[in-house]
């Protein structure tokens, strides 16, 4: 009797045991399939996430490969809602990077939302040798002030007036800074014109305390332009000033943030420009040839010059590839090789010989 | 008897369910190949649409090269190309300098006009093969070439070779 009972004891007790071992193993095996689709589900998103990043940075390559090469145009992009970080040689969207090549692109650090703008100018020095892209969005104001001084007022004028119409910029007299209005703006950028070095760092409007806030501070007369960035409360100087080329590498520093960054583009374009004055003075060795003995002879070739003799060509050719070769570049220089090779074409064109651009 | 019946029962149904997980797998595994084959494919394909893109983006640059183009007061000739300012490139193709700049730009291509009418010389203004490659698409586009010395256009043919 109590044996049976035992018995009965044992097997229920074994029942019990193996249900609940049942159910352990159920749990696991459910906890592992569902783990191993969360994983799935997971891998799928980041997934989706980097290839939105490359769909998105593949077309802005093509964008931007299509606004160099229309030059003198504006466009207006809508892009889908993204942060786009904009290096000298590189682009990002997330940890997506594009390779910029030889393209000169000026853009803020970050060009956020759903629009962007690009904007391309040729750069003539005096011949084409690139073209400059300027990129920035909706969500950047430009703040331009000049002082009071008239080559300061020219300039301003100049610079809005030449500015394409959709960039977000207005024009404010420098008594007028310290009142200038938070306009439900991601970034401003403050556009002093005055004399350098700066008497006093620029200071950031009051209503603009909260808003990412950069400056750049232009020197017309000594043709410098210095850059300030946000450093907590105020805007601090980054490194020293730098000389600017033309109205072109201007408007670049106007719209790169980051010096480091403005400097690298500046040194691709001067690149270019030394790759080709080599071929533009070869060029025009070859031509001479043609025309010996004739007054076009020695607007192609005349003696090397001091530093390389033996290498015969145009002078301010050659003086070009020199100045482009040397670090740091000479931009004073350079634009006296331009106003003189300016010269020597309108002689060329007077002697009806070949032009040199 | 009845105990080692009930144990036998239990096993069986362990048995049935470790079956069932095993097939679930097996489908899953079955699923998971077939996904991945097609993910396969299509990037492969997406890198084929790449490939073309960057050739497509090599033609334009080298179309559009300054240092290439006919100019007149520097007003760009379209489709045109300055035939002094090819000799002087293709002498100059090895100068380091002018390599750094290209390689950024064209990457690893060939780019060769060839003087179709009247019949004259091929200009390689660039080389940079890799040392191995699988396909390599060209395109060749009319284009005419400026002699400066004798006032003349000729008929050429630009010729973009890009290495996969």
Known sequence: MVNKHLRRRLRKKAQETEQQFNWIFILIIGALILAFFAYIVLKQKAASEIKLAVTIAKQLNTILTGAKLSSGTFQDIPIPETTIRFACNDYFIGDVGQRLGNRILFAPNFVEGNRIFTWTLDWNVPFKVSSFLYVTTPFVRYVIVPSVADESQLLAKRLNSTLPAKINRELVADVDLPNVANLNDKRVRIVIIQGLPAVSAPSIPQALANVEASALVIDPAQRKVQFYEKLGAVLAPVGAPIDYLDDESLFGALFTESREEYECSMNKAYDRLNSASKIYAKKFVLISNNYVGTACEGFYKGPGLVESPEQQGNQDLLSLVALTTATPVDVQKISESVQNLINTNTKLQLNSCPLLF | ?164
């Open chain 2, 1 to 164: 008897m009845k105990l080692a019946m009930q144990s036998r029962k239990s096993q069986l149904k362990m048995g049935e369910t470790v079956a069932i997980l095993f097939i679930f797998f097996i489908l899953l595994t079955i699923g998971a190949v077939f996904y991945f084959n097609i993910k396969r494919a299509s990037v492969t394909r997406e890198g084929s649409e790449q490939f073309e893109l960057k050739a497509v983006e090599i033609t334009q640059s080298i179309s559009f090269l300054p240092e290439a183009q006919c100019t007149e007061s520097n007003v760009v000739k379209a489709s045109c190309f300055d035939l002094y300012k090819l000799i002087a490139l293709a002498s100059l193709k090895n100068d380091p300098k002018i390599v750094r700049t290209y390689e950024r730009e064209f990457g690893q291509s060939a780019l060769t006009i060839r003087q179709v009418y009247p019949p004259g010389a091929n200009y390689t203004i660039y080389e940079n093969p890799p040392p191995q490659f699988n396909d390599a698409s060209t395109t060749n586009i009319p284009i005419s070439l400026y002699n400066a010395t004798a006032d003349r256009y000729y008929f050429g043919v630009l010729e973009v070779k890009v290495y996969r």
